[in-house]
């Protein structure tokens, strides 16, 4: 669509916009007795205003039933976590069996490994995005090392070619093809936390089965952000958090993928817990572990009823909002920034500008000044994201931030230069 670089434009966006109405069901933190322009949503999303309502009530069954909440109610603990299934399914493209809530993200990608990363003295490599977020670099290299191997050797990093910011689909093929004989498991980012660059899942997830290759990918920035299609891309895993943009509170409960083709396979190593095993013997104390045939059967321990009764919160709001109403939304709101922003000589903006390798997340390299330009930005009420060496992360999120925001934003950042130039 054709943009206009004004405020009435802006504000005549808003008015259009089909999802204004959800901004409400928000809290918004204030700065000075204004909303702030919150544009973190890619580290910490907002607070639904109905999660209060939802961890009371839980809190009032304990309160009220002690032990026997477990089993008592329309929201008794024992099956808590069933409730996620439909709403989680919706949002990464699954059968219900195939995704569980539980855990947080990086005990979740600790246990998927130590189902799908099968290393032997052939084929014992694992291809990642360079650049990894630290926790899933950290993961890698203790798995490899877990395993008797050392990183340096068994870790290959993706990088983009000199001079360019992001990774091309052809290149990340090129290199698995390249170590395909010694590639155990390929596990990225499904969008890279640094640059917002959204990978071709699918082309990847093809390549991987043809040279029988376990593909996984860590979706912390992805959930709740793009479209997915997990079940039907043949994608064997994948792990996410829940407290960016699905809004469910710091630290908030992980959820887990796992293709249904590896459901019936018991011999596939796990670390077990009580809450996987067999959900008809689970009571029954007996030794032997025997895994539910979904997804479930990952899960360790019963849930965290109250941290998950803010996720359930949230997935009720997406539930009604629509995945691909917000990405409609999302693409607008992204793409009047893009626009906005190639009036500024002092941003180099390392995000994709095309629409299918991108999500909310813009990231703009700034060269000189940054961190006082993001300072800046702060001090004006703007909530955004600092990345060392020199990026500022900003996302704006559908379900509540606003074409006006986008447009304020822009006029501080042009602002902030001013000012500090000065």
Not at 253 to 265: A, D, I, L, R
């Amino acid at each position: 669509m054709e943009f206009e670089s004004n405020l009435a434009f802006a504000q005549k966006m808003d008015q259009e916009d089909p999802l204004v109405e959800f901004r409400s069901k928000f809290h918004i933190p204030q700065h000075q007795g204004k909303n702030t322009i919150y544009f973190c949503g890619n580290s910490l999303g907002l607070q639904p205003k109905s999660a209060k309502e939802h961890i009371l009530r839980d809190l009032k069954n304990w309160e009220e039933l002690g032990v026997e909440g477990h089993f008592t109610g329309d929201w008794q603990w024992v099956d808590y976590h069933k409730r996620f299934r439909k709403p989680l399914s919706n949002l990464v493209g699954s059968l219900e069996s195939e995704v569980v809530a539980m855990n947080n993200l990086t005990v979740n990608l600790h246990l998927a490994m130590v189902s799908f990363y099968r290393p032997t003295k052939e084929k014992f490599k694992i291809i990642c995005e360079g650049h990894a977020f630290p926790s899933d670099q950290y993961a890698f290299e203790s798995q490899v090392k877990f395993h008797g191997y050392n990183p340096n050797e068994a870790i290959i990093e993706l990088v983009p070619k000199e001079g360019e910011d992001t990774l091309r689909t052809e290149d990340i093929i090129a290199t698995i093809e390249q170590h395909k004989n010694e590639t155990a498991l390929i596990l990225i980012g499904g969008l890279q936390y640094y640059t917002g660059q959204f990978f071709d899942l699918k082309t990847i997830a093809d390549y991987a089965q043809q040279n029988n290759i376990t593909f996984g990918v860590d979706l912390a920035h992805g959930v709740g952000n793009m479209p997915l299609k997990l079940h039907d891309w043949g994608i064997d895993f994948a792990v996410w958090c829940s407290y960016k943009y699905l809004n469910s509170g710091p630290g908030a409960v992980s959820g887990m993928f796992v293709h249904e083709k590896h459901h019936q396979n018991v011999d596939l190593p796990r670390f077990a817990g009580w809450w996987g095993h067999e959900e008809k013997e689970r009571f029954m104390m007996k030794k032997g572990f025997i895994p539910i045939s979904s997804a479930d059967g990952w899960q360790l321990s019963n849930c965290p009823v109250f941290n998950m009764s803010a996720h359930y919160a949230s997935l009720e709001i997406f539930e009604e909002a629509g995945i691909d109403r917000l990405r409609e939304k999302s693409l607008k709101l992204s793409g009047y920034l893009l626009h906005l922003l190639e009036e500024l000589d002092f941003i180099k903006v390392i995000t994709p500008k095309t629409e299918q390798d991108r999500g909310c997340q813009v990231s703009m390299y700034v060269a000189e000044n940054g961190k006082k330009i993001f300072d800046y930005l702060h001090s004006k009420g703007v909530i955004a994201d600092w990345r060392e060496p020199n990026v500022i992360r900003i996302a704006p999120v559908p379900l509540y931030n606003t074409f006006e925001e986008v447009y304020q934003f822009f006029n501080i950042l042009k602002e902030a230069k001013n000012i500090i130039n000065d």
